[in-house]
């Protein structure tokens, strides 16, 4: 489809009552917006395929859906720093910013950088970006050793306390999903969540107690990344020597 094309058919399927919905239900405050839900989106970047171009026309037309339909169709290997900081300062609600960060900058060679800048920042959805950098990581990178991920706990340590919903949820999301990616990675999350649970912040003792309730269930999803190292024995063996 062309641009043209796609911008004509993004209109026709709007409808405003969906975007009243969206905010009533799940708290998506976008500004020019259609009314299209995510799943019809994802259906139209299928269509469309990789189009690094066509997703910067998009995103500049500046509706909204264009935008999410943007990170659905650039190739994360093609991502800059100017992009990456051209769009997170766009981010308005936390739909938008996950469709990002977990589709296409958790996937680049920079999320890790970025995760780690971004966990800085002061603006509410650039922060939520670093730390859903770091839990769509976890999965994206399937071979990254613990250290890559054990860097992360004391920038979540030092964020817990941020009271912010879209923060602390993905502070939370990002302790959990580390703690998920293999049984030593496990151990190192509990510790760090019973740290945070010393601080006094409401956020903390929240973000800590959600985490070792699953964490140390025994029904956890234990993930074993990376596969060759935990569901190798004799790896195992090695990696724990």
């Not at 943007?70 to 991502?79: G, M």
């Not at 919903?165 to 293999?182: D, F």
């Not at 990675?185 to 006094?200: F, R, Y």
Request: charged share 35%.
């Amino acid at each position: 489809m062309t641009f043209e094309e796609i911008i004509s058919k993004l209109h026709k399927l709007g409808e405003s009552d969906k975007i009243v919905l969206k905010e009533k239900k799940f708290g998506i405050i976008s500004n020019n917006s259609l009314g299209i839900y995510h799943k019809d989106l994802k259906e139209i970047a299928k269509e469309i395929g990789r189009d690094n171009e066509l997703a910067n026309r998009l995103f500049d037309s500046g509706i909204y859906e264009a935008r999410i339909l943007c990170s659905k169709i650039f190739n994360p290997k093609d991502l800059t720093e100017i992009l990456m900081e051209k769009w997170v300062k766009t981010f308005e609600n936390w739909e938008i910013c996950d469709s990002f960060c977990m589709g296409l900058f958790a996937k680049s060679e920079l999320a890790v950088l970025k995760a780690l800048e971004w966990s800085l920042r002061t603006r509410e959805f650039e922060k939520r970006a670093g730390f859903v950098i770091i839990a769509a990581y976890c999965m994206a990178d399937k071979k990254a050793n613990n250290k890559v991920f054990e860097q992360f706990l004391p920038i979540i340590k030092r964020e817990a306390n941020d009271d912010r919903i879209y923060v602390k949820k993905a502070v939370n999301w990002a302790l959990r999903n580390i703690g998920k990616r293999n049984t030593d990675l496990n151990e190192k999350a509990i510790e760090t969540a019973n740290e945070i649970l010393k601080l006094e912040s409401k956020s903390a003792k929240w973000i800590a107690k959600d985490a070792i309730r699953e964490l140390e269930s025994k029904n956890v999803n234990i993930l074993d990344y990376p596969r060759e190292i935990y569901r190798n024995p004799v790896a195992n063996m090695v990696h724990k020597s």
